[in-house]
């Protein structure tokens, strides 16, 4: 028996040496895998961080443009504010002024805005009746600089003041108030 436990003592030492080697091939296979693994979280958690920073990049972006854009729409509306305020104290002072001055004023808004054509102006029903007796023909004369022709309507448009210029049916606002009467 002294042979037979010598084969099985080998038979024990050679599966024995097999397995440790079979052991230590597999500690190395699962110590790649590992190192591949914490390698592979490392770049996914590096990618995570580096998108995360980017959407908070991007979201303070979009936050400071929506403020400044918040910031342009409230300056726009105190601006539109104080040019509505300004127009109406120039429209409450140009319909306080004397007939005279008030006329004086009409004939150079009519220098400014009458064309080199045929076309008519028109009043509202207060200014027209107040009109200056020579006020047709001055009208004329200032439209006439400009190589144009004004006639007087006698027809009314319902502004507060100032004038309707009316150009082949089409009409310039001259006026203090934003409709007519069609």
Known sequence: MAGLEKILGEINAQANASAEEILGAARKEADAIRAEAEREAGETAERFEREAKRRADDGKKRAVSAAALKKRQLLLAEKQTLIREVLDK????????????????????????????????RFNARDLERLPKDFASRIEGTA?????RLALSRETCDIDGGFVLIYDGIEQNCRSEEHTSE
């Not at 306080?96 to 102006?121: C, H, M, R, W």
């Not at 006439?144 to 144009?148: D, H, I, L, P, Q």
């Open 90 to 121: 120039a429209k409450a002072k140009l319909l306080g002024l004397p007939d005279a001055e008030y006329f004086d004023t009409i004939l150079t808004l009519v220098e400014k805005n009458a064309l080199a054509q045929s076309g008519q102006i």
């Open 144 to 148: 006439m600089k400009v190589g144009g």
